[in-house]
């Protein structure tokens, strides 16, 4: 393959074969996408990788959400230049709705989020990178006061280096209006709660994603049911959180009905990037030294219901996958940070996550 080209997975949120994770080749001189090897099937929600270039990982149901049909995290080996891919071991995620997948660097843990039941799970990685069994499966309490806050609903977990050596993990629990915080041993993937257990987000906010700052000073959640992006503050020797600031993510003069999406932050480390689900767009925050944000432009996500974020590794290419659309934007960014169209959407079939290798 061309040094100009790139691989995006796509993860296909369908059902048989028209699920699985599609491999699009990008070429970075033009943004275009074309067709690469499709692999696996079922229910595709999201796509993690880690830190060895080799690996690629999916959450996988025959059907999404049904008691008859457990989830499963599934290890995949890249054997191809084109993308292709083959699975090399699985394991439950002892729920429901599993909606957030994320990899230690290092390649030694996965953390993965259910959204239905309220638990979140670690799973240790073999010398392979396939996954074993569960090593912790934790039941989260609490509810607030939106009228989809009877109970917890954790829709990410992820993990960030401490200082002396110590592995932190952070999850946004939209039912509870909470991030909890653990301390996570990265050989055996064991999680313990931290103390504090967690920080309380604006109430009815409804924390859905997290990402962190390059450095991991800040961390940001895009709240799904207010509109809005929270900083927080970690404590890197702790762990612990503190509420900064919130943003709203959607123009003053908008009255419809809109939900949080999905942020990313450009590889620079300058701006930060959050979509909005019915208003159908993405927003484009500048990151202040202090971690604070300022919002430049909310620009159209080229499509229905922008549901993630990707960007290439050298930060030129931003790409949107629009699941209602069925279609996903290339953007390529600016030196302003503003992202700008290039071309027509590309169709894809329910594209619910993209990771570029």
Not at 96 to 115: E, I, K, M
Not at 216 to 227: Q, T
Not at 318 to 342: E, H, K, M, S, Y
Request: with cysteine.
């Amino acid at each position: 393959m061309s040094n100009t080209r790139c691989i995006v997975y796509v993860a296909r949120f369908a059902p048989g074969r028209d699920g699985g994770i599609q491999a699009l080749h990008l070429d970075a001189d033009d943004g275009t996408l074309s067709i690469g090897p499709h692999s696996g099937d079922g229910q595709v929600f999201f796509l993690a990788a880690s830190g060895r270039p080799d690996r690629l990982y999916s959450l996988r149901a025959e059907k999404f959400n049904a008691p008859e049909h457990e989830e499963e995290v599934v290890a995949w080996e890249i054997v191809g230049e084109d993308g292709a891919l083959r699975e090399i071991g699985c394991a439950r995620t002892h729920g429901l709705a599993t909606c957030y997948l994320s990899a230690d660097p290092d390649g030694r843990f996965l953390l993965a989020a259910n959204y239905t039941g309220g638990s979140l799970v670690s799973f240790p990685l073999d010398a392979r990178g396939a996954p074993g069994e569960a090593a912790s499966v934790i039941r989260l309490e609490g509810s607030s006061v939106h009228p989809r806050q009877t109970s917890p609903h954790p829709h990410s977990f992820l993990s960030l280096p401490g200082n002396g050596g110590v592995m932190h993990a952070y999850a946004a629990d939209l039912g509870s209006d909470r991030i909890f915080g653990f301390t996570i041993d990265p050989d055996t993937a064991q999680c313990v709660p931290m103390e504090p257990g967690f920080c309380a987000a604006a109430p009815g906010s409804g924390p859905r994603h997290l990402v962190a700052h390059p450095g991991g000073r800040f961390l940001y959640a895009i709240d799904e049911l207010s509109n809005t992006v929270t900083i927080y503050e970690r404590n890197a020797d702790t762990g612990a959180l503190t509420r900064r600031q919130q943003v709203s993510s959607l123009p003053s003069d908008f009255a419809g009905e809109s939900f949080g999406g999905d942020m990313a932050i450009s590889p620079c480390g300058g701006f930060l990037y959050a979509t909005n689900r019915g208003h159908d767009s993405i927003a484009v925050f500048r990151i202040e030294a202090d971690g604070e944000l300022v919002r430049q432009a909310v620009v159209p996500s080229g499509g229905k219901g922008p549901q993630n974020l990707a960007f290439t590794p050298d930060g030129c290419w931003l790409l949107c996958a629009n699941l209602p659309a069925g279609q996903i934007t290339v953007f390529r960014v600016a030196a302003d940070g503003l992202p700008v169209a290039a071309g027509q959407p590309f169709a894809a079939p329910a594209p619910s996550c993209l990771l570029v290798r």
